[in-house]
């Protein structure tokens, strides 16, 4: 049980396009999603959380206007990368947690290269 | 600011023996604490969860929670080199924020 999925695994892109990763919990309603990125050789890094019906709570520096977190249903929750740049370049991963539950599940994550 | 500390390393040891990772964190009321294990270039696993003082055993891994001296440790037995990762330690503070060690790099020799 408890397994969450990313898509795309990989993606490629043009500076200034736009790209959405998805996360899906496939066995469990996930009342919470968190967004981590994790540059090579650093710790993860959180992002954003964001609660089902609700607006995310993003991390103190990271643009909530670059980076728009959807969370509409409690499967599925969207990352999209605005106008990305080669500095958001980065290894995208995202966890889900159940109502009453404090563990995080994490997805396989989701590598980004802006070209 | 509540921390996460733990050891960057690379902790070394050998195919066989025990491996002991420690983490200790500075929220007293911290109630949660995670094992995770990450290999390079793939995202975090659970390997285990602990909630009370004393050991939580699970395989050939061991959970130790101490929370009057607010460490938490894991025990690799029998270590194999499928084993060597780095493992994350974190923390769910009395705010209901993981906070994350910045991880111990293990490597497991032959």
């Known amino acids: 049980g408890a397994v969450v999925s990313q898509h795309p695994s990989r993606v490629i892109c043009k500076s200034g396009t736009s790209v959405k990763i998805e996360c899906r919990s496939l066995?469990?309603?996930?009342?919470?999603m968190f967004w981590y990125r994790q540059f090579p050789k650093q710790s993860l890094m959180l992002m954003a959380t964001?609660?089902?019906?609700?607006?995310?709570?993003?991390e103190q520096g990271v643009e909530k206007d670059k980076f728009l977190i959807n969370h509409a249903s409690l499967t599925l929750s969207t990352l999209t990368v605005t106008s990305a740049h080669p500095e958001d370049s980065s290894f995208y991963i995202c966890?889900?947690?159940?109502?009453?539950?404090?563990?995080?599940?994490f997805g396989p994550g989701t590598r980004l290269l802006v070209l | 600011q509540k921390e996460v500390e733990q050891n960057s390393g690379p902790l070394s040891v050998p195919e066989g023996a025990i491996a002991s990772l420690n983490c200790t964190y500075s929220?007293?009321?911290?109630?949660?604490f995670f094992w995770y294990r990450q290999y390079s270039g793939k995202s975090p696993e659970l390997i285990m969860s602990?909630?009370s003082n004393g050991d939580k055993e699970d395989g050939r891994f061991t959970a130790q929670l101490n929370k009057a001296s607010q460490y938490v440790s894991l025990l690799i037995r029998d270590s194999q080199p499928s084993d060597s990762a780095t493992y994350l330690c974190?923390?769910?503070?009395?705010?209901?924020?993981?906070?994350w060690g910045a991880g111990t790099k293990l490597i497991i020799k032959p």
């Open positions: 966890s889900a947690q159940e109502a009453g539950d404090t563990t995080q599940y």
């Open positions: 066995d469990f309603q996930a009342t919470t």
């Open positions: 964001s609660n089902e019906g609700s607006k995310a709570t993003y």
């Open positions: 929220d007293r009321v911290s109630q949660s």
């Open positions: 602990i909630y």
């Open positions: 974190a923390v769910l503070e009395s705010n209901y924020q993981l906070i």
